[in-house]
């Protein structure tokens, strides 16, 4: 492996005599394709990659040599060469989502990417904005906030669970539209449930009644397949920290490009007066926000190029690999503790939501009880909550690259016990 200290010497002595940086992909090439190592616990049973995922070495590496680039010139950095890592970004990431580059936009994460959205609205006393009744409480306390200030309300879809089906939902959510909807926002995967939502027929209902979308796909990339030109709503938010394993706060939005102008970052940074001629306000306002690390959105190539590199098949071997693994966890699972899977493949990504019997019970470590008798006992970090108006309790598992069946064989074995 060649000498870090003599690259980053060498690196430093190129981007003085340079204007442009040199991409931070190139300075982990040579271990792009070498197997992912996960720095997790020794010991843990990580079952929950949806909440915060976990960060392989190499990508690691990358954002260490961005942090060193960044402090060896501060100044150079947040000048010029962020706009260029961003644009780097925006271009492997607009590959892996099938956008425009430009319609993409950088944020810390998928709550934040919320926030922005929701607080870009134009709302009046009485306009509905129409959700289902699996969304993420960050989103409903946001929401709450915007409502009260405006006088919008929210209307809720109900939808099943677990037994449920694409016409269960889409009749659900088409079924509340009404002439006062001011937008539809729909999660793409379900945060506690889970459960893979068919939101391109809900986008495409939307729009021929003349209404805005807005999908939270904070579990989506890397989990699914992703097509946000085939799905075309008004505007995507995502979290990349969870499924492409990328540095914990990052994200992006994309917005329709004839819904760009005028819209604004949460906070607003001292260039946002400086009109450019030669880049979208879009891009400039996001692109710097003040002071802060960036660099965990700038190594996404890194994280892009890492995972895909893993199985010979790429991505899609990668996704189909994980599918598998955890609907044959899921199915052990449910055969240890006598209940039926009842929620169907197709809605299934690389995780899974199980209705235990029982109520969640307070915990002192994790919030529930059970979920602190499983880590603390037995290793095993697996999520338990519940899902309000929906389902008493439920279980949600997630299989990455670093899972194996013997994962799901040790939960089964033991949720038998604890049951």
Known sequence: ????????SETSATRMSSSRPDPILGYVAHRISEPARFPMQDGLTQLNNGSYGLTPE????????????????????????????????????????????????????????VATVLNNLELSAGDEILITDHEYMATMNELGKICRKTGAKVVVAKVPFPEVSPEMVIDS??????????????????????????????????????????????????????????LDPTWYAASCHKWLATPKGTG?????????????????SCREHEAR????????????????DYTGNLVIPV??????????????????RNHDLVVKGAQ???????????????????????PLPGVCEPGELMGE????????????????????GVHARVMRVSAQLYNGIGDFEKLAEVLRAEL
């Open 1 to 8: 492996m060649p000498n870090e200290t003599m690259i980053s």
């Open 58 to 113: 190499v990508v690691g590496v990358a954002q260490r040599e961005l942090q060193r680039r960044l402090e060896a010139d501060p100044v150079r950095f947040f000048k010029s060469d962020l706009e260029i890592y961003a644009d780097d970004t925006r271009q492997a990431l607009a590959k892996f989502v099938r956008v425009n580059a430009e319609d993409l936009v950088l944020v810390s994460n998928g709550t934040f990417a």
């Open 173 to 230: 959510v088409v079924g509340a539209m009404s002439d006062r909807t001011k937008l539809v926002l729909i999660s793409h995967i379900a945060s506690a449930s889970a459960i893979v939502m068919p939101v391109k027929e809900i986008v495409e209902a939307a729009k021929a009644r003349g209404i805005d979308t807005f999908l939270d796909g904070a579990h989506t990339p890397g989990q699914i397949d992703l097509d946000i030109g085939s």
């Open 252 to 268: 992006f939005i994309y917005t329709s490009p004839n819904r760009q102008r005028g819209f604004k970052p949460m906070v607003l």
């Open 277 to 292: 001629d030669d880049r979208k306000a879009y891009l400039c306002d996001f692109d710097y926000v003040g002071t802060n």
């Open 303 to 320: 994280s892009i190029a890492h995972m895909g590199a893993q199985l010979p098949g790429g991505w899609n071997e990668l996704r189909k």
């Open 332 to 354: 052990l699972i449910c055969d240890a503790i006598g209940i039926k899977q009842r929620v169907p493949e197709s809605m299934i990504g690389t995780m899974v939501s199980i």
């Open 369 to 388: 009880a059970l979920w602190d008798r499983l880590y603390l006992n037995h290793g095993i970090q697996v999520p338990i909550w519940d899902l309000p």
